[in-house]
Structures are given as C-alpha cells and as structure tokens.
DNA sequence: ACCATTTAGTGTCACTGTGACCTTAATATA
DNA sequence: TATATTAAGGTCACAGTGACACTAAATGGT
C-alpha cells in the first residue's frame, strides 16, 4: 500500500514590473515561522476551500497582495522537496505575472506577511538573501521571462494600455539587458498585426511625436516564428 | 488562518516511444476504484518517505514500469483542482520521458495496475478514453514533444545509441506529422557538431551504406537558433 | 564488365527575417 | 529660419531554411 502523505502545497507568483528603467519583483517580509522576518515571494498554500483550481489560487494571491486581476500570469514550474521547507516535504508551483508600471497599486500587507515591497533584480537575478529556495524560484521566472520575451509578445503586458515603440524597446533592453534595434520591433510586432494605432500622439521635449499604440488582443501573446538574436559578432 | 488542507499529490509520466513508424505511449490498466478497469497514465502518488523530491519521484514510476533508468526526462506541466478525482482536491505534476524503440524491456505490471501497454497516438493524440483528466494530460505532453522537437536536438533521445541520418529523419517525421528535408537535419545536427561517427556503417540491401552515428553528449539538448519551418506555402 | 536501381550525401538557389546603419519626417526652441 | 532631437521608414548583408537537382556508393542482373 501507498504510505499516507502529507505535503504542503502553495503558489508562489514572481512579480514582475518594471520602473525606474529597472526590473522588479514584489517581495513580502514574513511574520511567522519559519524565515520570520526574512523577504519572500507573495505566495501561500493552496485554499482547497476556496480554490477551485491551481490557476485560481495564483490570481487569488496576486490579487490579495496588488489588488489587480486579469494581468498575464503563466505557470514556470512546480518545485518539491523533502529538504527545502524544515517542517518536511513540501510543493510550491511558480508562476510568473506581468504587470504594467504600479502607480496607485495597493501593496496589501496579509497573514504571514507585515510589509510589501518592490526589489530591482540585476543581470544575475535577486541580490538579497531570501526565505526558503525562493532565490532560485525567481531566477527559473526570469530565465523563462527573458526566454519568452526574445520570441514571443509577452513585453507588451509590462506596458500600460497605450504605449509607444520606444516603451516597447527600453521593456524589451531592460529585460534582456542589451540594445535592441528599434526596426527588428517594429518589423515584429507591425509586421505581424499585432498593434492598433490610438488616434493621439505622445509629445515630449521638442522632438518628434511618438505614435501610440495597443495591442489588438490584449489577453493573446503572439509567438514569433524567429528568436531576435542579439548583436552579430565581428 | 489558512484552513488545514489535505491534497493528493502525484507524478504522471507520458512515457513517448516510436515503433512500427508510430508514437506510441505507454499506459496501465487501474484494478482499483475510481475508473476500476480503465487505462491510464503510469502514474502514482508520490512517496515522502522513499522520495527525495519530484523528479526522483518521476524517476521511480519511470523505473518501476519500464525498468529504465537515465532517460530524457522533462516536467511539462503541473495541474490540479477540486473536481478531477472524484474524491476530492488532487495535484499532479506531468513529466514526459523519452525511450529508445523498447525491446526486451519487462513491462511490470504493479499495485493498482494490472497490465500494461503500448498505445499508438495519432495525430489529433489519444484515440481511447482514459481515467481522470488524463487525454489532456497526454495532449499537453504531446504538444510539448512537438514544439520541442522543432528547435531543440531532443528527438536524437528516442533512438538507440548508434542512427543514421535517416532514422533521425523518419522520427522528426512521424513526430511533426510532415515531411522534413533531410539536408535541414544534416545541417543542424552537424553543423552544430552535435554528432560522432561512429566507425562501422549501416548496411541494407543493395543500395549505398548509411554512415552511423552517436550523440556527442548524450545528456544534453541542444536548441538551435532557428524553429524548422515547415513546407513552404505555395 | 557493364548497367540499372536504390539509397546516401552534397551543391545550389530562392526566400524569410534579423542586425546594422542610413535617410527622411515632424516637432519645439533659439 | 536654422538647429537640435527623436520618430519612423529604407536598404543591404547575413544566416539558416525549404526545395530540388546532382553526385556517390553499394548490389544484382544481363
């Protein structure tokens, strides 16, 4: 026979933003044990009461902590072991969501959890120390990140409804951490119809005004048939 | 407070092999309630006291059907909900393996399945219904092999040690359903120097030896800079 | 010995989409 | 009006694919 099990089971969502010409991830600061008064992901166990499904418990979290919904979210990769949690086994699913710039965001402090806050991440993932394996969990978020935003249409989520080409290229820069050619772009998202011109003009300083745009189907990612791929070598 | 939870928590491995010029996966018929008497994917709960962590568990099932070990083995996805097993909310995580046309492999039957089977897949996936959620689970392992195959050199881990260019081909074939040129496989498998000769031929017939090979790194995937294209469109 | 046949492997060309860089367009300010 | 500054489109080389023709190596029949 099967022994009985028990494992815990929680979501854990990488949040991703970006402002500051940085990217970020929202952090929580934890009040419990174990960890206590280390920074973690916003995740939490799975609410079979509430939770009808692994999908719903990762919007449910995203929306206890930023109070949005409908942003892009998508499952990165389920990590479990006997040894990454002291109390035993355990399971955490990692999702990642995309989020445009956080104005007027409240930051929810929750159970576990007495503070909010959004940590930049540099080229090599999260410069702090953190509760649990969440470290890892996020570099697994952003290498699936940066790998999706180099062939598919992902970026344009991290961009307010109407954006110019040139928001659309300092995402794209940040997130891969090099130039991008403003034309590859163009030709990408243009060329695959995929924008909607807005009939207003963005105008800054005394140069020439931007075009803005959205995207057609704001909840579809398109995927290109090509990666871009990165600076020739001489 | 979080509600006290109790969720089932199990490894399903799609297990693709190719004999007969067809995808085949392997499925066990369940001698115990619920779907009593119904095929199903070769999966089982996971064992906190025997297994480390998920993969090891992947690992096991993997082992107990098939008796292989040290197969490509990937996790494809992670799904669970209230309703998918009558007796309440349930997780599992689905990996895909990939297996070398299997000759002398003893197909053990085990607790909670009395015999096990090869099952062809067309093109649209299953053809029969099975216990649980499992089609999809198959569709989405399917789906993954197929975009996979595409730009990585994963299909090389469903032949022997030692192939020909040929036999590589007829599996890229009869995964993506179409046609692919065998000047495209050259190109990528050797141009990348993913390949070693090995010293004999292959020799069938009355027409001109094949020249055998074998990965370089078996262990290894290696993802070419472009997707294959697919026939051009007149 | 020579040829027909069959599969193995190579050569080549058109096509697609990218990187790089250049040119032209539109605005404000001096 | 000239200038500075950014927006947007034009062009070309380059890489890798699809398509297909061509050459190479073996066998068996005549």
Redesign the interface.
């Known amino acids: ?3 009985p ?3 815990q ?1 929680s979501v854990d969502p990488v949040i991703f933003t970006v402002f500051d010409n940085k990217l970020h991830i929202l952090l929580v600061r934890r009040n419990i044990e174990p960890y206590n008064g280390c920074w973690s992901l916003p995740g ?6 509430e ?4 999908a719903s418990a990762a919007t449910r979290k995203l929306k206890e902590k930023t109070n949005l919904s409908g942003c892009y979210l998508e ?1 990165v ?7 990454r949690d002291p109390r ?2 355990s ?1 955490t ?1 990692v999702y990642f969501a995309l989020i445009p710039k956080p104005g007027e965001i409240t930051l929810a402090a929750t ?1 576990g959890a007495s503070e909010v806050r959004w940590e930049p991440l540099n080229n090599n993932g999260i410069a702090i120390p953190l509760a649990f394996d969440h470290e890892k969990l996020i570099q697994m978020a952003l290498e699936r990140l940066r790998s999706k935003v180099s062939y598919t249409s992902v970026a344009a989520h991290l961009l307010a409804e109407a954006f110019t080409l040139l928001d659309l290229q300092n995402i794209h820069e940040i997130i891969l951490g090099r130039k991008v050619e403003k034309k590859t772009l163009m030709r990408r998202y243009i060329g695959s119809d995929l924008l909607l011109k807005v009939p207003e003009n963005r105008h800054e300083g005394r140069m020439r005004p931007a075009q803005l745009y959205q995207l057609k189907e704001r909840n579809k990612v398109h995927y290109f ?3 871009m ?1 990165g600076p020739r070598e001489e």
Do not use: K, N, Y
């Open positions: 026979m099967t022994r099990h028990s494992i089971t939490g166990l799975i609410d079979c009461e939770d009808l499904d692994i499952q990769a389920t990590v479990g072991s006997a040894s035993g086994w399971i699913i159970h048939v090509r990666s791929e």
